[in-house]
């Protein structure tokens, strides 16, 4: 069973839909207990860090999380999610993440040349680091398959942890992942049919 964390962000029946259409069992739930008692944790989330990291600090759900990380148990953050995984954010301020993966979170107006559009939205390719193993979300898929991107910030400071980049004008950090914690700045359930080998992956996990 699946954990689709709840706490007030972020389409989480399209995530629940993409893991009903390849066979794995998934529940939206916001409660502390039911996320202990799954396999597998998803950290959803859209909109700006400070108010997510609120939203699931008011919860009380980040250290349900982070606890649950540290046993082991495998936790794939998406978008916003896999931002709040990494130490902080500087969107709008300065703010706390999880501390799961090492770095943080900047903006990539600055980055990317100025012709190209931020937010960055729609399809890109993955690209995947020589120097380590392909990580197992990605045993599934091919470098160069295209998936879905809709965000404005980025991780930075964190290239021992990248499992994947894709290109926007510059190197851009589009999955990471620090043992049993994954993330993905792209969303698999938007991603046709490579996000969802990419769910059925992590359902492998």
Not at 34 to 57: N, T, W
Not at 99 to 108: A, E, F, Q, R, T
Not at 159 to 183: C, I, Q
């Given at each position: 069973?699946?954990?689709?964390?709840?706490?007030?962000?972020?389409?989480?029946?399209?995530l629940?839909?993409?893991?009903?259409?390849i066979?794995a069992?998934?529940?939206?739930?916001?409660?502390?207990?039911?996320?202990?008692?799954?396999d597998?944790?998803?950290?959803?989330?859209?909109?700006?860090?400070?108010?997510?990291?609120?939203?699931?600090?008011?919860?009380?759900?980040?250290?349900?999380?982070?606890?649950?990380?540290?046993?082991?148990?495998?936790?794939?953050?998406?978008?916003?999610?896999?931002?709040?995984?990494?130490?902080?954010?500087?969107?709008?301020?300065?703010?706390?993440?999880?501390?799961?993966?090492?770095?943080?979170?900047?903006?990539m107006?600055?980055?990317?040349?100025?012709?190209?559009k931020?937010?960055?939205?729609?399809?890109?390719?993955l690209?995947?680091p020589?120097?380590?193993?392909c990580?197992p979300?990605?045993?599934?898929?091919?470098?160069?398959?295209?998936?879905?991107?809709?965000?404005?910030?980025?991780?930075?400071?964190?290239?021992?942890?990248?499992?994947?980049?894709?290109?926007?004008?510059?190197?851009?950090?589009a999955?990471?992942?620090?043992?049993?914690?994954?993330?993905?700045?792209?969303?698999?359930?938007?991603?046709?049919?490579?996000?969802?080998?990419?769910?059925?992956?992590?359902?492998?996990?």
């Amino acid at each position: 069973m699946i954990a689709i964390v709840d706490y007030g962000v972020g389409n989480l029946f399209s995530l629940k839909s993409s893991f009903a259409y390849i066979g794995a069992e998934a529940i939206v739930t916001g409660d502390r207990q039911r996320i202990e008692s799954c396999d597998r944790i998803i950290l959803p989330g859209v909109g700006a860090f400070g108010d997510a990291a609120q939203k699931l600090r008011e919860a009380g759900l980040d250290q349900v999380v982070i606890r649950e990380a540290e046993k082991g148990k495998p936790l794939l953050g998406i978008c916003l999610g896999m931002q709040l995984l990494f130490d902080k954010s500087l969107e709008y301020g300065e703010y706390t993440g999880l501390g799961l993966i090492p770095g943080k979170i900047v903006p990539m107006r600055g980055v990317v040349p100025d012709t190209y559009k931020v937010p960055h939205i729609g399809w890109n390719a993955l690209r995947f680091p020589k120097e380590k193993p392909c990580s197992p979300l990605f045993k599934n898929v091919q470098e160069g398959d295209h998936v879905y991107f809709v965000h404005s910030y980025y991780a930075a400071e964190c290239d021992s942890w990248v499992s994947a980049w894709t290109e926007y004008g510059a190197l851009v950090t589009a999955a990471a992942e620090n043992k049993n914690v994954f993330g993905t700045q792209f969303h698999p359930e938007k991603s046709g049919a490579v996000g969802l080998k990419i769910l059925k992956a992590f359902c492998e996990i």
